[in-house]
Structures are given as structure tokens and as C-alpha cells.
């Protein structure tokens, strides 16, 4: 997302204060909204090149849009991912191209999100998948939200824990896309990821069935 590539930009690297980026945001928003329109020209034509190129879906990433205030969040963040939304090619060869927005910590605007014209919304393991699904009913998809880090416990642990991100999620016309909450540890055990793998297909039948 424009708002966490100008946290790298402007921070130089990864940051556990975000106050140089903050700083920015709050004595020289004129010059951070720059960035930001910059960059949102930059990811619609990255992503649209994606798209011609035979994407099938497009996600943006906003990992670190949920450090942001609540008051900030819509103006420095979400405002240009809904541009991107909007310059985005939602069609290719006849095919629907779905768009999918994310904020780490971003429950507090879920609403909001939904409304700026994706066709999905990714969550964190912040929120339950439950209760989010009530709050937007069916405006999009919903992509998540399992713990990474449950990936490192025993088998039969990652296979109950992803039972409960379906059973929380329920059934229904509305689409959920399995994932993670976040991304992927490269010290995860591969067995690990079979099991949930395995899990979320063969439970996900059961679902559907009952």
C-alpha cells in the first residue's frame, strides 16, 4: 500500500516507533500526501501490468496502515487505496479480476474498508472472522485470519484452530478465502502447513454439506 512503502521510504528500513514517518504526517502532510499519490500512481500501474499480465486476483498490503490513528488511517491510508481501487482493471478477457485490500490491524475501520470498492478484505487474527462477517454482511469476501504463529504448535492443534476460524466464519452465500492472518515464518514446519492445508479442505466439504 502507498502509506507502509512510504513508512520503508521515509524510515529507511523497519521501525518500532514509526516517528519519522509520523513526524512527517504531522509537520509536513503536504509532503507526505505527495509520496503517498506518487506511490498509489506507481502500485495502479504495477498492478494493472500484474493484471495484463494474467493475474488472476490483485491484493494490496497495508502493513503497517494500522499504527495510524484512528482521525489519520482514512485520510493517509485507506484514501489511496481506494484510488488504486479506482484505477485498478477489474476485467480481463472476460473475466472478473477481484481486488483485495488488508490492513494489519485494521478492524477499527472494517466498515470503512469495505466500502472503498474491493471485492475482499483480509484480516489479521486481531478481529474474529465471526464477527467481522456480521459487520459487513455480504458487501465482499473475507480473506483470513488463522494466527501464523499457531503454524509452529502440534499438528492436531493447527487442525483445531483452523476448525475455529471456519466455524467462526459460518456458512452462507458470502465468500472466505482461508488464509493466514499475516505472513508466513520461513521457520514454519512444512508439516505443519499440510495439516492446515488438509484441514481447511476437508472440513470446508464437511461445512458445505451439513
Known amino acids: 500500500s502507498p502509506y507502509t512503502l512510504a513508512c520503508y521510504m521515509v524510515e529507511g528500513g523497519g521501525s518500532s516507533d514509526f516517528r519519522h514517518i509520523k513526524g512527517m504526517l504531522y509537520k509536513r502532510p503536504d509532503l507526505l500526501h505527495h509520496i503517498l499519490a506518487v506511490t498509489a500512481e506507481a502500485v495502479t500501474a504495477y498492478l494493472n501490468a500484474q493484471i495484463d499480465s494474467g493475474a488472476q486476483a490483485v491484493m494490496i498490503f497495508d502493513t503497517w496502515g494500522g499504527s495510524l490513528s484512528a482521525a489519520a488511517y482514512p485520510e493517509f491510508s485507506l484514501h489511496y487505496m481506494q484510488r488504486i481501487v479506482a484505477g485498478l482493471k477489474r476485467e480481463k478477457d472476460g473475466q472478473r ?12 475501520w472494517l466498515e470503512q474498508i ?31 485470519n488463522l494466527d501464523p504463529n499457531v503454524l ?30 499475516h ?28
Open 97 to 108: 479480476i477481484p481486488a483485495i485490500v488488508f490492513t494489519k490491524n485494521g478492524g477499527l
Open 114 to 144: 469495505a466500502a472503498i470498492g474491493c471485492d475482499g478484505v483480509g484480516l489479521d487474527w486481531t478481529i474474529d472472522i465471526g464477527e467481522a462477517r456480521r459487520r459487513v454482511g455480504d458487501r465482499v469476501a473475507l480473506q483470513g
Open 152 to 181: 509452529f504448535a502440534t499438528p492436531d492443534v493447527v487442525a483445531a484452530e483452523a476448525r475455529k476460524v471456519l466455524d467462526s466464519f459460518g456458512q452462507g452465500a458470502t465468500g472466505h478465502v482461508f488464509n493466514l492472518g
Open 183 to 210: 505472513g508466513i515464518s520461513q521457520f514454519t514446519p512444512p508439516d505443519s502447513v499440510t495439516a492446515l492445508v488438509e484441514t481447511v479442505h476437508s472440513y470446508s466439504r464437511l461445512l458445505r454439506k451439513s
